[in-house]
């Protein structure tokens, strides 16, 4: 049976290029959640008074891979201790943010943060939201599978490469 994960943290193109990538993984979609505003587009989320974050809703086959690696491998292509912000991305909608869809996946993802934390990982703290999932909205078709289709624009490679090259390289266990 697929489950959802739904992850925001920094540009949803970052978070695709890794996740499509992993065993598992069925099904990647860019997009928004977590405003108040329905069906936003990325004008309006980009200005930053939608609410909503960049994020991507990831359906996979907890037989093959779980829910826990799928929050292990948020935490290591994100930095979790900055507000609103990833990078050269700034505002709320480049928050660090897991929608949960179960009372499960809510208590994984906080049980993750506190070992995380226990672990002195990060050198600030975890700034992460949990959250009970809203609306998802997909972003517009262009964002999706964005960095398989540009691969040579310039912000994929300066990036989004960097982060495929460190999945391929760390985790190649768990890739396709």
Known sequence: MTELATLAGGCFW?????????????????????GK?????????CSGTSGHAEAVQ???????????????????FHDPTTLNRQGPDVGTQYRSAI????????????????????DATFDA????????????????????????????QPYCMAVISPKVSKLRSAYASLLR
């Open 14 to 34: 970052c978070l695709e290029a890794v996740f499509e990538r992993l065993k598992g993984v069925e099904r990647v979609v860019s997009g928004y959640i977590g």
């Open 99 to 118: 929608f949960t869809h179960s009372a499960a996946q809510k208590a994984e993802a906080e049980a993750v943060i506190r070992e995380l934390t226990a």
């Open 37 to 45: 505003l329905p069906d936003p587009d990325y004008t309006l989320v």
């Open 58 to 76: 990831i359906s996979f086959d907890p037989g093959v891979i779980s829910y826990r690696t799928l929050l292990e491998l948020f935490f290591a």
């Open 125 to 152: 703290p975890i700034l992460t939201e949990v959250t009970p999932a809203p609306t998802f909205y997909p972003g517009e078709g262009y964002h999706q599978q964005y960095y398989q289709r540009n691969q040579w």
